[in-house]
């Protein structure tokens, strides 16, 4: 009789790296720091409820862990004003989310700074326009069109990126939330690095919620949640 040869288990998907966006407040940063994302993200615009303003304490930044890489969030901000808040908190990364051209990129990068360049995903979006700005781009992040330049909760059609083919990795954000997450983790979308989290985490503007980001965290790295650890529903 042959041996049984039991069946090869089916190849996991490399797991979907995270950014947490919108931090300010000292305890909820070292909070969320303790879930180890990826990628930590602070917005340095003025018109947005989670400005950063006066509050972000740069020891703190400086003394966060050098695998989680510190996003610079600005729209349509002068170079000088981003190197400057690049060397005031060590930041690892700025990330433009305005209508900044691939020039502006350019810039940036060339000052030393890795660019993440965010593209507002709406009725008039095109992969087109993406190749002119690959050669200055660490990372792209797609994210939904609204009102406000960011933070807007709400999702667009990841569909629309089934086409990509360009060699920049991106993060998908806009609206993300516990419910997104098998459906994200199932997305398998050309160049899809890693997932954005924000509005949907929060329970007031700029403080995340650590109850509801472990579930999503444990979840997006394909781990067996600890039930123990859940939020009374
Ligand atoms: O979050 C903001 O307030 C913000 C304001 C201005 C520019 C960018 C901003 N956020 C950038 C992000 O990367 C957000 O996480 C992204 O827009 C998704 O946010 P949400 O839809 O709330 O999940």
């Not at 190849?11 to 947490?20: E, F, N, T």
């Not at 690959?134 to 990126?161: I, M, R, S, V």
Request: hydrophobic content about 40%; overall charge negative; proline content about 8%.
């Amino acid at each position: 009789m042959l041996p049984h040869i039991p069946a090869a288990p089916p190849q996991a998907a490399a797991s979907l790296r995270i950014k947490v966006c919108g931090m300010k407040y000292a305890g909820n940063i070292a909070d969320v720091a303790g879930l180890e994302p990826d990628f930590m993200g602070f917005i340095f615009h003025a018109g947005s409820s989670r400005f950063v303003g006066e509050e972000l304490d740069e020891t703190l930044l400086q003394r966060l862990p050098p695998e989680l890489k510190k996003v610079g969030v600005f729209v349509d901000a002068p170079l000088d004003y981003i190197t400057r808040q690049v060397a005031r908190y060590g930041l690892s990364l700025a990330q433009l989310h305005g209508h900044e051209t691939p020039e502006q990129c350019a810039a940036v990068q060339a000052a030393g700074v890795p660019v993440i360049k965010a593209f507002g995903v709406g009725s008039t979006f095109s992969l087109a326009q993406l190749s002119a700005y690959a050669p200055y781009c660490a990372y792209f992040l797609f994210d939904t069109k609204g009102p406000q330049p960011g933070g807007n909760g709400t999702t667009f059609d990841w569909e629309l990126l089934r086409d990509y083919s360009l060699p920049v990795p991106y993060l998908l954000a806009g609206g993300l939330n516990l419910e997104s997450a098998a459906s994200l983790l199932a997305l398998d979308l050309p160049g899809l690095y890693g997932v954005d989290l924000n509005s949907r985490f929060e329970t007031a503007a700029a403080v995340k919620s650590v109850e509801r980001l472990r579930p999503m965290v444990r979840q997006l790295r394909r781990q067996t949640p600890d039930l123990t650890q859940q939020p009374a529903s």
